[in-house]
């Protein structure tokens, strides 16, 4: 089959456009600008000429166009950016409309300032938590055969660890810029062994490699490193972030850095997280921590993106007063306005970990003083892992648009003291399978967040139908419309036959796919469920419980924390209920629990006989890559249904009273 083109179909946009003549009022030298030519010469195979009268489509730079450096504009026949920047912006935009048969006028501006994709892809080509084969970045042997690997040390310096596939990172490059995306991070945020090394020589040159071709697509290229660096890899006796010494080693190999690749995007850290090291060893605060490598990177712009998915894994079960989902608040709320400009706070959506359902985490429009990403997950973690159906934009929208503390229209923007560093973050789900993301299906993800960042107005609906029409561009109406059908609800779906109603994770530990009840239950990472004969769900109110609803704005706690007023779908994330307890749907909570697993598992069957009746419709490839996962699907389903009520039904000793299969 050879690599998917994915949403952009260059055969079928060099048909179209086939005609045309570009002409460009430019003639800078930057890299954008390069390879915007090159993108109507060499990808499209279209003409560019150097004559006004002779042109169809003129790209002109205009900028008093808009304040937005990134802003573009198509009318008649033109297409205007603020910087070449915008002109390559909205000449993807330009292919987008006509492809899909838009009316070719359009004025845009990217709503969130950083777009920005996080890998999470390691030295040894392996991903983790990537389903779509290794790493685009990363390989031993420069291919895709990495078997007998191992993992790599701190001493190996000098192994050769990267693919050198710039085709393939050139074509990646492209997918990115077309849907707005204007940063990324490399490597692994757990960085380890001589993932440390990357941020020096010899490595960074060859860094500078690849950011060369990402910039060209106006995209900053930033690393993971590992907080304790100086100590690994400077020989120093400490990482101490109040140390001369331990500044200088930094500044110098910033400024290092710097000379190899002038537009550096800055570092992305994980620091005093899940065994990570970081400023606490040291009686040392975050703040303290993150602030050290801004002031090293003040002189070059360069940003340092600080995670707060910090907790102790250490927690105990048996004190039901502790509670992880408060971590990050506990943790960061107390330095709000404490971090430099040039830092800023990448917090995951959600207050535990990219659930399939989790309340908006608190920090959220609480925090008014400090820079802030929203970070998401494309690649699937706990969401199916790119086997199971889960087109995952609507639970993304509903985060994004969740008003905590309402006051502000636009949550990270207007709450990013600098909202020029405030956006939106994703870790990607591509790899070297030759359709980018093990499943085609879940491409619609990776095009869908790019889209979400630069118009927080669009609508999953919207999203879905664009994708879907570009990517199939061959297929009738009534076939895209089941293809709709079935990613639209899909997120709904596979949350009906997981863990029942936000209660959390219940996933075979540390893999992430599948049931197991008890997984996590007397686990030291903080997820339990504390279902007993009685009832289930973690008791999060104030009255009784952890507290944690009182971290919301007043309005919102008092929604979660009342019975009456919290949603069905959020309650046992809030409250521990018994299982006689009536829901909103008129149901008490164990017929839910059932009926929810029996449907969820039903619209599986559903999906798949769909499917079967798009066989010959779309191409053999995606027809049978599609087909194989949702067979995968239906026996995931089917487990988590049967392993669910079971547990429930000897927990309860309550008959579901339809008298359906659960196995006593
Ligand atoms: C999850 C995931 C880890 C990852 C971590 C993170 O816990 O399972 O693989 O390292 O998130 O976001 O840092």
């Not at 989790?358 to 008014?368: D, I, N, S």
């Not at 609906?461 to 061959?474: A, M, Y």
Request: proline share 3%; with cysteine; hydrophobic share 35%.
């Amino acid at each position: 089959m050879g690599v998917d083109e994915m949403w952009l179909n260059s055969s079928k946009i060099k048909d179209i456009l086939k005609n045309e003549v570009f002409y460009c009022n430019f003639d800078e030298e930057d890299s954008v600008t390069l390879r915007l030519r090159s993108e109507i010469v060499n990808w499209l195979g279209l003409k560019l000429t150097t004559k006004q009268e002779l042109a169809t489509i003129k790209l002109e730079i205009d900028n008093k166009l808009d304040k937005n450096l990134e802003a573009y504009q198509i009318k008649e026949q033109q297409i205007r950016g603020t910087s070449s920047k915008g002109v390559l912006y909205g000449f993807y935009a330009y292919l987008r409309r006509k492809l899909i048969k838009l009316p070719l006028e359009e004025t845009s501006a990217p709503q969130q300032a950083l777009r920005m994709i996080n890998h999470w892809d390691q030295v040894d080509g392996t991903v983790e938590r990537g389903y779509a084969g290794e790493s685009i970045f990363f390989g031993r042997f420069g291919s895709n055969d990495n078997t007998d690997k191992g993992s790599f040390e701190v001493k190996d310096i000098g192994t050769d660890i990267f693919r050198n596939d710039f085709t393939r990172l050139e074509m990646y490059g492209r997918f990115l810029a077309s849907i707005g995306i204007n940063a990324i991070s490399l490597n692994n945020v757990n960085v380890r062994g001589l993932g440390t090394s990357l941020i020096i020589s010899p490595y960074i040159e060859k860094v500078s490699e690849i950011a060369k071709i990402f910039s060209s697509f106006g995209i900053k290229t930033f690393l993971a490193v590992n907080w304790s660096a100086p100590k690994i890899i400077g020989k120093l006796s400490s990482s101490d972030p109040l140390e001369c010494e331990v500044r200088l080693w930094w500044s110098k190999v910033i400024s290092h850095i710097y000379q190899v690749i002038p537009d550096f995007g800055g570092f992305v850290v994980k620091a005093d997280s899940e065994g990570e090291p970081g400023p606490y060893q040291y009686g040392r605060n975050h703040a303290e921590g993150a602030n050290m490598l801004a002031e090293a990177f003040q002189a070059y712009q360069g940003l340092v993106i600080w995670r707060t998915f910090v907790y102790n894994s250490q927690t105990d079960w048996r004190n039901r007063k502790n509670d992880r989902a408060k971590a990050a608040y506990e943790n960061f709320m107390p330095l709000d306005g404490k971090f430099a400009e040039n830092v800023i706070l990448q917090i995951k959506f959600g207050p535990i970990d990219f659930g399939v359902r989790e309340p908006l985490m608190p920090l959220f429009g609480a925090l008014k003083k400090t820079n802030q990403l929203m970070e998401f997950q494309i690649t699937a973690e706990y969401l199916g892992q790119q086997i199971d159906l889960n087109y995952s934009v609507p639970q993304w929208l509903s985060m994004i648009h969740f008003s905590n503390y309402g006051q502000a229209k636009d949550t990270v923007r207007d709450n990013s003291p600098l909202p020029s560093n405030s956006g939106f973050v994703a870790i990607n789900n591509v790899g070297m399978d030759e359709n980018w993301c093990g499943n085609k299906l879940a491409q619609a993800n990776f095009y869908g967040f790019g889209r979400m960042c630069w118009d927080n107005n669009l609508n999953a609906e919207q999203i879905l139908d664009e994708w879907l029409k570009l990517t199939f561009t061959e297929i009738d109406a009534i076939t895209q419309k089941k293809i709709f059908t079935m990613l639209i609800s899909s997120n709904r779906t596979y949350e009906l036959y997981n863990a029942p109603l936000s209660v959390g994770s219940m996933m075979v530990p540390h893999y992430h796919y599948g049931p197991a009840v008890n997984g996590y239950e007397y686990d030291r990472w903080g997820a339990y469920h504390f279902a007993d004969c009685n009832g289930v769900g973690v008791d999060r109110t104030v009255a009784t419980g952890t507290g944690y609803t009182s971290l919301y704005e007043p309005s919102i706690a008092k929604k979660f924390e009342s019975l009456e007023e919290i949603a069905d779908e959020d309650l046992l994330f809030f409250h521990h209920v018994n299982y006689n307890y009536i829901l909103h749907n008129g149901k008490t909570l164990i017929q839910t629990i059932y009926d929810q697993h029996f449907e969820g598992v039903s619209c599986v069957k559903n999906y798949i006989k769909v499917w079967q009746s798009v066989s010959g419709e779309v191409d053999e490839d995606t027809y049978n890559n599609v087909a194989e996962r949702l067979n995968l699907q239906l026996c995931n389903a089917q487990n988590w249904c049967d392993q669910v009520n079971t547990y429930f039904y000897r927990m309860s000793g309550i008959d579901d009273n339809r008298g359906r299969q659960i196995y006593k």
